[in-house]
């Protein structure tokens, strides 16, 4: 056995730098915190680097397959015999691949951030929030229970909160802020209602006696059944919400798009890289769950992806503001991962979606964090969000124009960058499966390639915009990170993710499917061909098309119209009339009915007190009266 | 002199040195220092309780002392405590110590302040380390007291009004529980001639279950008013409104507590029974308690009545738990009341210190104070964070252990109604947010604001105090919640013993 309690570290190293710039970083120079950050989450990677190569290359397989180790566990709370939330590390393939994305995404933002947050008020504030997330994302991934899982889970969301907000003057920011809070929320209401099912019918937390295919967790929960359903299934739906949630899954996605009121260093880390798959991460952790006793939970989980990635997509293609269209971008994208897992099922060929939704997460990671920040590496420039206010920049951004086309061809499924690699292997495993999705994916193929190359175009091509200022390319802090990137966007298409990352642990054989890869990419190419017509120059064409499609157009730039339903829930059902007819009852109910009560034993106290007038002749006349009454009364009674 | 009566001494030695002293200035050095030498006590009496249990002491009580005052009727003044008393013990030191450094700068009648403050201070002590039902219950009323007064003189609004009716509710609580005591005091005896107030000895008996189902619903009750049961809680918001900060924060802080303790340590202690044959119907109203005080805080505009509001909610959770009857939901109320009490004593003292720089408890005339007052402003969050069950922060250890414990209960009806329960999270997060929101973020609005002074030393003491122990419950909650676990096994037990389920 390898020792691999070194990994506490990757846990406790941000843990301490968070502390240490929240509490005395308004003493150090605001750069010295950059890099104490930086240099902090630096020697994270290190490690996981180092545990990724330890684990992939050196650590024993059994069968064939890839071990899960727990490498530390402690228990942090009793609650009954069985029950207790743990806090630990474990590796397993999907741990290990996501401490890779992680760090690697986490501590190219951080030296990205030193160069664009730079003179910005708050900046050791901003680095001590970063290595709360961190923390935070690293202890989710490591999870060892779903429990830890979930406190880590509620950790990110914070830190997601915090940084959204992190303008928190600004009113827009403050109200992103607030509702990616609680919409993801309402979200993880439906994890612990899930955690609580489950462990009520399972009696444990751990990840390694849950997932075991064939251990009693799986086998008991499937048997007890619930209004029709098994309760194992009931709960793998409560917990998807969760994961719905944060991956702003639809309906929970409305608080994606806002949130890209945050930096952009945290846009590309927090939502578009890391804390928005932890969802698909969160089935993937599951998934023996979900394959073996909880089919339709599953189907629920491909459904829903398959939605989403259509549903953004055509919102992308509407959105001005490029974070908004990145945005909606990556829901899109979450969709497909989603939607990769929902078609596969344990184990051997027909595990296939597992993989390749595993692959497309790491993938996406590389290009999607590359295409955010090379969209502020445009607004650091520009000082604009919205593309209408851009054009022709290639001749003034070289090196973000190479870097972002790049990502735009990785994104589009154009070969041999990575996102071909792994679009296939997803499109391939809904083929296998269920011919519907694999349509409605191929569809939104070709949409992303479309709403990706009308960005590309329009800020690099398109018109010439004057300038107030020349637009400058940036600063080395940040075209490194992008060109580190942009390499990992390219390449990362070879690493073999069907020997790693499985859904069993075993070697999974697969190769290019060229009944598959060829259509997809000539879908991809047409889309970049018509967003080539419409957008390479100035045209008319866009408009003409908004124009014909006037009410389909409204709608979807209006993103549906989601939002207004929702600000109808929480302002006027929640608000208005919950809220404040349940404060009102309180006071004008429950709380008249006590004062009533004191009012009248006040009022008949001050009736009766008239008896007690201390007046000797009235006491003797009501005496005497009484008597005589009784008497009288007695008499004509007892006769 | 044993370690627990000293608890209620030293109080009662700092109210003498402060009635004695004729400078009215040194008035609460002397106060910080009886109460800082309360909470050095604390820490010793929680370190020698461990060291005893490490040592494999395994009686219910430590520590316990008899001393026979009113032969008649068998009233003892006997005391003794177990890891949830010295938890609660802990708590009352802490709120009390953080307390008085909020009302550094009351003028007004210091002397008698200070006094009335520590007063009821030594009421809860004396509650807690009671085992004699009838002491504690004196202890108790003596804690009622000087809420009265210091409401209805150092208060701000309608303080009459409120301290009378929060006075006239608890003592109609009060009512019911005296009648209840002494319900449980007649048949605590199989033949009637060795009737006893002590609560070990009364629950090695079984009172019979017709008196059960009399006297568990008025103790109860009794309790449950202190301990803001629906639809008994409306002395909460009125009271904490008008009352001075640290009051608030010894109020919900702890005499709230007192309700709840009550409640488990009395009224299901000792009669199971009944509590199990009747808790679906007060797990009914605490359920309410709990979504309707969340939703009530939704709709405030005063902050004093937001916090009101949401510690009929936490509260609630408090009694919701206890009634589930389980090892963990009761392990769970029981740091749900240290965490509400640290929690909420820290959003008083907040709330204070903004009123005292704004003079105003209204959200919507304050905006963008984060950016003036950044100290005060962070603190806040932090608080708030707590409140709405953030991992890290004492709150989540609390409402975890509670859903996962009131979740483990065999029957359908009390899962269900415990999502219901659960649910309020969210709504929690909506109000918290919302006050953090208007209150703190966004663009200053009232120009008069700008120059707001941040916390002074004696502010930070109070606030870095309660802060410094909401974080260290809910990073390491192991070791208070194995030492409740640990005094729990013999409650449990017996419960369990009498309602095989």
Known sequence: MINF??????????????????????????????????????????????????????????????????????????????????????????????????????????????????????????YSFLSLFSFSMLGLVLATNIFQMYIFWELVGVSSFLLIGFYYQKPSAVRASKKAFIVTRFADLGFLIGILILSFNTKTFDFISLTNPSGAAISQGSSIGFLGLSVMTWSMIFVFLGGAGKSAMFPFHIWLPDAMEGPTPVSALIHAATMVVAGVYLVARMFPIYAISAPVALDVVAYVGAFTSLFAAVIACTQTDIKRVLAYSTMSQIGYMMLALGVAKYGGETGLGYMASMFHLFTHAMFKALLFLGAGAIIHSVHSNYMTDMGGLRKYLPITHITFLIACLTISGIPPFSGFFSKDEILAAAFQSNKFLFAVEYAVAGITAFYMFRIYFS???????????????????????????AIGAAVSGFIPFNKLVTSDGKILETGINLVIAIPSVLIGLLGIGIAYIMYRRESTIPDKLAAMFKYSYKWAYNKFYIDELYLFVTKKIIFRYIAVPVAWFDRHVVDATMNTIASVTQGVSFRIRGFQSGQLQKYAFVFITGAIMLAVLFIYLWK | MDILSLFVVIPVLTITAILLLKDTRQVRVVSAFGMGLQLLMAGTLVFLYLSARHAGNSDEMLFVKDYLWFKSLNIHYSVGVDGISVAMIALTSLVVFAGIFASWEVEFLRKEFFVSLILLATGVFGFFISIDLFTMFLFYELAVIPMYLLIGIWGTGPKEYSAMKLTLMLMGGSALLLVGLLGIYFNSSPDANRLTFNILEISKVVIPLPAQRIFFPLTFVGFGVLGALFPFHTWSPDGHASAPTAVSMLHAGVLMKLGGYGAFRVAIFLMPEAAHELSWIFIILTSISVVYGAFGAIAQKDLKYINAYSSVSHCGLVLFAVLMMNQTAMNGAIIQMISHGLMTALFFALIGMLYGRTHTRIIYEMGGLMKIIPFLGVCYVIAGLASLGLPGLSGFVA????????????????????????????????????????????????????????????????VVTLIGSVAAIGLAPFWLSSMIGTSLHPIIDKIIALNPF
């Open chain 2, 399 to 462: 409402e975890a252990t509670i859903f996962v414990g009131a979740f483990q209960h065999p029957e359908l009806f009390y899962r269900i109604v415990t999502i219901l329960a659960v649910s309020s999270i969210v709504i929690t997060a909506v109000y918290v947010l919302r006050v953090i929101a208007i209150l703190l973020l966004g663009p200053t609005t009232n120009e008069h604001f700008e120059h707001l002074p941040d916390a002074r030393w004696f502010e930070k003491i109070s």
């Open chain 1, 459 to 485: 800020i690099f091509w398109g018109k010439d915009t004057q300038y107030q200022h020349t637009p400058h390319e940036a600063p080395a802090t940040m075209t490194i990170p992008l060109i580190i990137l």
């Open chain 1, 5 to 126: 309690s070194y990994t506490i570290w990757i846990l406790l190293l941000p843990f301490l730098m968070f502390l240490l710039l929240g509490l005395a970083g308004h003493k150090l120079k605001a750069k010295l915190s950059g890099l104490l950050g930086t240099f902090g989450l630096g020697i994270i990677t290190f490690l996981s680097y180092l545990t990724a190569y330890k684990y992939f290359f050196t650590s024993e397989k059994i069968d064939g397959a890839f071990q899960k180790i727990t490498a530390l566990n402690f228990t942090w709370l009793q609650f009954t015999d069985k029950l207790h939330i743990d806090m630990g590390v474990l590796l397993d393939p999907i741990s290990v691949m996501m401490l890779i994305v992680v760090t690697t995404v986490s501590f190219m933002v951080h030296i990205y951030s030193l160069g664009y947050m730079k003179g910005e008020k708050g900046f050791e504030r901003f």
